[in-house]
């Protein structure tokens, strides 16, 4: 292994670091060592972690050691460590969803995803920082405002801002989070790292504490699209013990196996909508969107503009029927105690309660007018480009954001693209293509149709190959 790699060694992909293991150039105990030396210097200050299980980590990092040199590793994933956000249920591990209700639930079952990474050799490092039972973007939870690496005064979004930190700071090699409006896709666009929210169904809800019951996605944050990838592979497909209201039966792709075949976009298509998406984007993160779709079609891409109709439905849409299906699962406990619920997570919570029968069903119809709309343009192009956030991160605490030289909402502007994908269950990927003027990471957003996973993660992986990004170190 070259000086570099070791002096990089916290930053490299989780499929660097795998390949690496496997030729038994680095162990399993070298990179969990790292992984907690960092941790034990930034997670403090930064409200990443919300525990961290050091003593099973050096535990599980000898015994994949040992399983290894006998007999190589077993997954991409073995002998690598990874997070979870603290909305993932642990056996015997504090689950605390972000939440005083919670700050002593110790389950006694792992979430379906937990287990699989688990079977795949992965090293749990520990929980990471989520907003409030996962519902606003801030990140804040009973345990503290968490921070983005690239400037502790900027936002690193939510409600996964724990696990994004966690990767763009070497803290972790890959980190479960969770989506239910923007919730990966924001913090790993504001932190500078890779997500994905993969289609509805494809990742099983089993032991993850839920926010909306229709809108509710797992998925991974990680370094690169082909780390994604990985993590899909061991983690999607059918469950038994999934409660989602339209699990996937099928067979899943072979998510790694078909990116690696992928070296451009000859034949590609890829749409550019031309309302909403780009109607309130701010100027820099404008330019740098389309220089990176300007780059895709240097990859053989073509691109075709799109007039999404309906689109401005969504911010209201999406809205009604997440703060609905919320304050049902909440009911409760809101009915009990709501002086233990944050503020603003309280005010979103009776929003759902007092929302008529006539107004919830009023928006399950325009979301199915919305499909309609979204799946007859995104059949005409392999992916569609987008904007991840209208804005890079914003001051925390904020409460109007500038952009095109008007005062904007933060928490509106936040969520404004990233809202579409949770409410109809289709793909979203974001990866990082570019730095504005203050030094703050901007995000792609690609997306598909439902089911169509796969295509976005080549075009993603196509884009990457051929303009990596800086990484913080």
């Given at each position: 292994?070259?000086?570099?790699?070791?002096?990089g060694?916290a930053?490299?992909?989780?499929?660097?670091?795998?390949?690496?293991?496997?030729?038994?150039?680095?162990s399993?105990?070298?990179?969990?060592?790292?992984?907690?030396?960092?941790?034990?210097?930034?997670?403090?200050?930064?409200?990443?972690?919300?525990?961290?299980?050091?003593?099973?980590?050096?535990?599980?990092?000898?015994?994949?050691?040992?399983?290894?040199?006998a007999?190589?590793?077993?997954?991409?994933l073995h002998?690598?460590?990874?997070?979870?956000?603290?909305?993932?249920?642990?056996?015997?591990?504090?689950?605390?969803?972000?939440?005083?209700f919670?700050?002593?639930?110790?389950?006694?079952?792992?979430?379906?995803?937990?287990?699989r990474?688990?079977?795949?050799?992965?090293?749990?490092?520990g929980?990471?920082?989520t907003?409030?039972?996962?519902?606003?973007?801030?990140?804040?939870?009973?345990?503290?405002?968490?921070?983005?690496?690239?400037?502790?005064?900027?936002?690193?979004?939510?409600s996964?801002?724990?696990?994004?930190?966690?990767?763009?700071?070497?803290?972790?090699?890959m980190?479960m989070?969770?989506?239910?409006g923007?919730?990966?896709?924001?913090?790993a666009?504001?932190?500078?790292?890779?997500?994905?929210?993969?289609?509805?169904?494809?990742?099983?809800?089993?032991?993850?504490?839920?926010?909306?019951?229709?809108?509710?996605?797992?998925?991974p944050?990680?370094?690169?699209?082909?780390?994604?990838?990985?993590?899909?592979?061991?983690?999607?497909?059918?469950?038994?013990?999934?409660?989602?209201?339209?699990?996937?039966a099928?067979?899943?792709?072979?998510?790694?196996?078909?990116?690696a075949?992928?070296r451009?976009?000859?034949g590609?298509?890829?749409?550019?909508?031309?309302?909403f998406?780009?109607?309130?984007?701010d100027?820099?993160?404008?330019?740098?969107?389309?220089?990176?779709?300007?780059?895709?079609?240097?990859?053989?891409?073509?691109?075709?503009?799109?007039?999404?109709?309906?689109?401005?439905?969504?911010?209201?849409?999406s809205?009604?029927?997440?703060?609905?299906?919320?304050?049902?699962?909440?009911?409760?406990?809101?009915?009990?105690?709501?002086?233990?619920?944050?503020?603003?997570?309280?005010?979103?919570?009776?929003?759902?309660t007092?929302?008529?029968?006539?107004?919830l069903?009023?928006?399950?119809?325009?979301?199915?007018?919305i499909?309609?709309?979204?799946?007859?343009?995104?059949?005409?192009?392999d992916?569609?480009?987008?904007?991840?956030?209208?804005?890079?991160?914003?001051?925390?605490?904020?409460?109007?954001v500038?952009?095109?030289?008007?005062?904007?909402?933060?928490?509106?502007?936040?969520?404004?693209?990233?809202?579409?994908?949770?409410?109809?269950?289709?793909?979203?990927?974001?990866?990082?293509?570019?730095?504005?003027?203050?030094?703050l990471?901007?995000?792609?957003?690609?997306m598909?149709?439902?089911?169509?996973?796969?295509?976005?993660?080549k075009?993603?992986?196509?884009?990457?190959?051929?303009?990596?990004f800086?990484?913080?170190?």
């Amino acid at each position: 292994m070259s000086e570099a790699t070791k002096a990089g060694l916290a930053m490299l992909t989780m499929a660097q670091a795998s390949a690496l293991v496997g030729k038994k150039e680095i162990s399993p105990v070298e990179l969990t060592e790292e992984c907690l030396s960092r941790i034990k210097d930034k997670s403090e200050d930064l409200v990443c972690y919300v525990t961290v299980l050091e003593e099973q980590a050096r535990k599980d990092a000898k015994k994949a050691e040992s399983e290894i040199a006998a007999a190589g590793q077993k997954s991409p994933l073995h002998g690598i460590p990874f997070a979870l956000k603290d909305i993932y249920c642990t056996k015997g591990v504090l689950t605390s969803a972000g939440s005083p209700f919670f700050s002593d639930y110790y389950p006694d079952f792992d979430s379906t995803v937990g287990r699989r990474l688990a079977a795949a050799g992965g090293i749990l490092l520990g929980k990471t920082n989520t907003s409030e039972w996962a519902l606003t973007i801030s990140s804040r939870s009973y345990f503290g405002q968490s921070r983005n690496p690239w400037n502790p005064e900027r936002a690193p979004g939510g409600s996964s801002g724990g696990s994004a930190i966690a990767v763009a700071a070497g803290m972790a090699y890959m980190a479960m989070g969770s989506d239910t409006g923007c919730s990966i896709r924001l913090p790993a666009a504001f932190c500078g790292v890779a997500g994905f929210k993969p289609s509805y169904g494809l990742i099983s809800l089993y032991g993850i504490v839920p926010l909306s019951y229709s809108m509710d996605h797992p998925g991974p944050i990680a370094r690169s699209v082909m780390d994604l990838a990985l993590t899909m592979d061991l983690i999607s497909g059918f469950d038994p013990l999934d409660p989602c209201a339209d699990r996937f039966a099928g067979q899943p792709a072979q998510f790694a196996a078909e990116l690696a075949k992928t070296r451009d976009l000859k034949g590609k298509v890829i749409g550019v909508p031309s309302n909403f998406f780009f109607d309130r984007t701010d100027t820099e993160v404008e330019e740098l969107v389309l220089k990176a779709i300007d780059k895709l079609k240097a990859l053989g891409a073509k691109a075709e503009y799109l007039e999404i109709p309906y689109m401005d439905w969504m911010p209201e849409v999406s809205s009604k029927i997440l703060f609905a299906e919320a304050a049902h699962f909440h009911k409760e406990r809101l009915a009990e105690r709501p002086e233990l619920f944050g503020e603003v997570e309280r005010q979103r919570l009776e929003r759902g309660t007092a929302e008529t029968a006539v107004e919830l069903v009023d928006a399950l119809r325009k979301r199915e007018i919305i499909r309609r709309a979204w799946e007859e343009a995104a059949a005409k192009v392999d992916a569609v480009a987008v904007p991840t956030t209208p804005v890079a991160a914003f001051k925390l605490g904020c409460d109007t954001v500038m952009a095109k030289g008007i005062a904007e909402p933060c928490a509106d502007m936040a969520v404004r693209h990233c809202r579409m994908g949770t409410t109809l269950g289709v793909p979203g990927l974001t990866v990082p293509v570019g730095i504005n003027s203050e030094g703050l990471p901007v995000g792609m957003m690609l997306m598909s149709n439902r089911y169509r996973d796969l295509e976005v993660l080549k075009v993603g992986w196509a884009y990457e190959q051929a303009n990596p990004f800086e990484r913080l170190l």
